[in-house]
């Protein structure tokens, strides 16, 4: 079910800007930090569940008491970060984004 | 740039009301993620479907969630919810409440709901007190623990939800933890399906209330909890009440098939007017 909904919202997503150059620094040609999961730290209030249950140890908490993704390359997508949080701050996207700044809307 | 978002955000009203008004921890979030999937996963247009709710923490629900919402007195909601059914039984009709609006001030309706049998699924989250107002007992708090109505322990014993619902007639009963939220995806979206009153209890944390009173920890802890004091009901049923005591029993607990009121309700009017036409010139 996770997959299935995954793929109907990579639809709905806006594509990968298209200024991101197609260089060879990472698997999905993107030249900056890569990651299938994202906080949307407006909205994150920093309770801590999905990095006390995230089984590979991606997300960590920041000194600014909201988690922040600190291990990109460990993630499985098992989703449970992100079905876990109670404030719809975590997204896990079918194939890794570049991870975007504080302040991002 | 816009931010990435999940498949969640097109049932929110992000935009106007984010974030929301829960504490850091909270499991109702947890819930309302599971409502959403549930909904998606059936591939129901969200203008079908009806969420009511009352008064309460988790009748904030419908102030975030892009349904047709209906936010009514404390314990009306199944009042409110049995009125849209039987006017239009084509709408997908979900109540939410908290356990003290459910079960204390609106545990009449609750039963009788049941009883009938209405098409209408009820989510209870428990969070073993009333959250919204400071702490007070609830009639699911726990023997001996200690609220801000009841600092020396609570002495009165506490209601079995998915047991009383179960008894008072409802389709399909179910229990589920925040914690396990993949098993309270299928629970969820298993009582939408269901024709018939379906009831799923789901027992969420309140680390700011129920938690700090009674010394559980923060919102991680509390989790781990859920985690460790459960067990399924297929596991269940091969224990001894010895083992069982004090751990919470999750997965379905009850279901039925029994006939549903707003069909009964169309039939009868269907009859009692084919009669009069029958009666008159």
Redesign the interface.
């Known amino acids: 079910?996770a997959r299935?909904?995954?793929q109907?919202?990579a639809e709905?997503?806006?594509p990968v800007?298209a200024e991101a150059p197609a260089v060879e620094a990472s698997a999905c040609g993107h030249d900056e930090a890569c990651s299938y999961v994202?906080i949307?730290q407006?909205?994150c209030?920093?309770?801590?569940?999905c990095v006390?249950?995230c089984p590979k140890q991606v997300l960590a908490m920041g000194s600014n008491q909201k988690a922040y993704v600190a291990n990109p390359e460990a993630c499985i997508r098992c989703y449970?970060c992100?079905?876990?949080?109670?404030?719809?701050a975590?997204?896990?996207?079918d194939k890794p984004?570049r991870i975007?700044q504080e302040g991002?809307? | 740039m816009a931010a990435i978002l999940p498949y969640e955000y097109k049932y929110l009203r992000a935009k106007k009301k984010f974030p929301h008004v829960w504490c850091p921890g909270c499991g109702i979030g947890i819930v309302m993620g599971s409502i959403i999937r549930a909904v998606d996963s059936l591939g129901w247009n969200k203008n079908d479907v009806m969420l009511v709710s009352g008064i309460g923490c988790t009748s904030r629900m419908p102030v975030y969630l892009d349904f047709n919402t209906l936010h009514t007195m404390h314990g009306r909601a199944l009042a409110f919810a049995t009125g849209v059914k039987l006017a239009n039984p084509e709408l997908r009709v979900i109540a939410v409440m908290g356990d003290g609006d459910a079960l204390a001030i609106g545990g009449n309706h609750i039963i009788h709901a049941a009883r009938r049998n209405i098409d209408i699924t009820s989510i209870i989250v428990n969070n073993f007190n009333y959250g919204m107002t400071g702490g007070q007992h609830s009639p699911t708090t726990p023997v001996n623990a200690i609220t801000s109505t009841s600092p020396h322990g609570m002495i009165e014993p506490d209601f079995d939800t998915c047991a009383l619902l179960s008894a008072a007639g409802a389709s399909f009963v179910a229990r589920a933890t925040v914690y396990h939220v993949v098993e309270m995806d299928g629970l969820i979206r298993q009582a939408l399906e269901k024709k018939g009153f379906s009831v799923v209890e789901a027992l969420s944390p309140c680390p700011t209330n129920f938690g700090r009173a009674n010394r559980l920890g923060d919102a991680v802890k509390m989790m781990e909890g859920l985690r460790d004091n459960s067990v399924t009901a297929v596991k269940a049923s091969g224990m001894t009440p010895e083992e069982l005591a004090g751990k919470i029993v999750r997965g379905v607990l009850s279901e039925r098939e029994a006939p549903e009121y707003t069909e009964l309700y169309r039939g009868l009017c269907a009859r009692v007017q084919g009669a009069r036409a029958e009666v008159a010139p």
Do not use: N
């Open positions: 079910m299935k909904t995954g109907e919202s709905e997503k806006p800007p994202h949307f407006g909205w209030k920093g309770c801590g569940i006390a249950f449970l992100a079905r876990r949080c109670p404030d719809f975590v997204t896990v996207t984004e975007r991002d809307e």
